[in-house]
């Protein structure tokens, strides 16, 4: 059977995931928006979500949003929303209809910014995939990653890491070719398939 690591073309770090964190601020939401794969915490898009789940249906996803807080707040302030924030959270002792004519405008002010406030942020899933332990005679490239596998018995599941046995000990993602070939037909960005 043929197996393939999964590898992160453009050269784009992010905060490492950490345990009880789901939003981390970055400025790199543009180069965000070309990735379906960022190696350095197994992050995969809405897009590669979808597809993973079809071959590992009761894997656990983590939640991971990117925000550009600076910029998302300039937006706000410029738009005034900042304001309507204020008259809704002072709605104390309003009677029905002023409280409805102020969540009309709060409402209506943040639908003309959506669009806007939406490049302000990614949203991205770590992947916690089962490991594996391969054979003894595994090959592990200098960068840390598996460049030749041999399987020392069924893996856990069509996407599973493997961990170097040296420092840095880093992981590998490696998919089984079905699950590469749905990958190929779909055209993920800034994600390569390494033959092992």
Request: charged fraction near 25%; include cysteine; aromatic fraction near 10%.
């Amino acid at each position: 059977m043929d197996y393939f690591v999964l590898g992160q073309i453009a050269n784009v770090q992010v905060s490492k995931p950490e345990d009880g964190v789901v939003l981390y601020k970055t400025d790199k939401i543009p180069e965000l928006a070309n990735l379906d794969y960022i190696q350095n915490g197994f992050l995969v898009s809405d897009r590669l979500k979808l597809l993973f789940e079809l071959y590992m249906p009761y894997n656990k996803w983590i939640l991971n949003a990117y925000l550009d807080l600076d910029k998302s707040q300039d937006i706000l302030k410029q738009a005034g929303y900042d304001a309507e924030v204020a008259a809704v959270a002072n709605m104390k002792g309003l009677n029905e209809k002023d409280r409805q004519i102020k969540l009309d405008k709060f409402e209506a002010k943040y639908d003309q910014i959506r669009s806007e406030l939406k490049e302000t942020q990614s949203v991205f899933w770590r992947l916690d995939a089962a490991e594996y332990i391969p054979a003894e005679n595994t090959v592990f490239g200098s960068n840390g990653f598996v460049s030749a596998l041999c399987l020392s018995g069924e893996p856990p599941a069509p996407v599973f890491k493997i961990r170097a046995p040296e420092p840095p000990r880093l992981y590998s993602v490696v998919v089984h070719l079905s699950v590469a070939e749905s990958m190929m037909r779909r055209k993920y960005l800034g994600v390569n398939l390494i033959r092992v």
